[in-house]
């Protein structure tokens, strides 16, 4: 297992445009997590998944953000009408329920100009 | 909501010194407690971990404790090496696998 996988690991994207990113999780893991970094910060949760269900979503997540998980296994992070605001590093995570502590992915470093 | 902070946010040590790293909590349901280690580019790593039913753990040269009655917890780092360079964060949560509340990291220097 090559553990948790971010596609891309960059994207710059002009402000107004729509990206999405994808995230390939440990694959035994059943919870899948969001989270966003921005510099000098510590990572802030966004949303969360227990297999295709999604279990929370953070006030950060504004209604420009749309999170998926369809089968259970990968999942995906669509920004729509991107703002400079949004950019940041967008961190996956993976666990398996019942089990401590979680395993990141590199992220996706997201630049809005 | 759980509010994490920590302290000091830039640390410079010698080879060989100890650091310490400490953290405060607000939420007296968190019960598990994490530090992540992330250097340039990468995503945080997670170097050590504690439940509220253990006061104190070690991992080599690394070991963390707890004072749930307090509400703080602290990394320590003996005999550093360059490669403790990194940022450290501490975190809090309910349990091990829901979200985490993060504090805003420590850089840590270890001078050679």
């Known amino acids: 297992d090559t553990g948790v996988s971010q596609n891309p690991r960059h994207k710059i994207t002009k402000r107004g445009q729509n990206v999405t990113f994808r995230c390939d999780p440990i694959s035994e893991h059943n919870r899948l997590y969001w989270y966003r970094q921005t510099l000098g910060q510590g990572p802030e949760f966004l949303t969360y998944?227990?297999?295709?269900?999604?279990?929370?979503k953070s006030r950060l997540l504004s209604d420009r953000f749309s999170a998926e998980r369809p089968k259970g296994s990968f999942s995906t992070l669509e920004i729509q009408r991107t703002e400079q605001g949004d950019s940041a590093m967008y961190l996956c995570a993976s666990s398996l329920e019942g089990n401590y502590g979680y395993t990141f992915g590199s992220g996706t470093r997201l630049t809005v100009v | 909501g759980e509010n994490v902070e920590q302290h000091p946010s830039t640390l410079s040590v010698q080879e060989g010194d100890s650091a310490v790293i400490k953290c405060t909590y607000s939420?007296?349901?968190?019960?598990?407690f994490p530090w992540y280690k992330q250097e340039l580019g990468k995503g945080p790593q997670l170097i050590i971990d504690i439940r509220s039913n253990v006061g104190e753990k070690k991992d080599q040269r690394i070991a963390v404790t707890l004072n749930k009655t307090a509400k703080h917890f602290s990394l320590h780092i003996t005999e550093t090496q360059p490669e403790d360079s990194a940022v450290y964060f501490c975190?809090?949560?309910?349990?091990?696998?829901?979200?985490?509340?993060f504090g805003k990291g420590t850089r840590l220097s270890v001078i050679a």
């Open positions: 975190a809090a949560s309910m349990t091990g696998n829901t979200p985490l509340v």
């Open positions: 998944f227990q297999n295709e269900a999604q279990l929370e």
């Open positions: 939420d007296s349901a968190s019960n598990y």
